[in-house]
């Protein structure tokens, strides 16, 4: 199985971790949508002044980083 993660990253220490498993017979595309949802709404909650291009690149890299807090979000693939 595949998943994945949305990870917030807090001065270097983990924060919190939500994982969305990706199964053969659900729609992938459907479940890599909520995960890339979840990951805007976190970078969102660290910097509202994100712009939709900001955000199309930070989505595409998987990682975002918000110096003024120490916080990072990043969009992970992994197997199980």
Request: proline share 0%; glycine share 4%; net charge negative.
């Amino acid at each position: 199985m595949r998943t994945v993660n949305v990870i917030l990253v807090s001065q270097g220490i983990v924060h919190s971790i939500k994982s969305y498993g990706i199964f053969e017979e659900q729609l992938s595309s459907e479940i890599v949508k909520q995960a890339e949802e979840h990951f805007k709404l976190e970078c969102l909650q660290l910097d509202e002044t994100i712009t939709e291009k900001e955000m199309e690149i930070y989505l595409e890299n998987g990682y975002y980083d918000s110096e003024c807090n120490y916080m990072s979000v990043n969009l992970v693939w992994s197997e199980i």
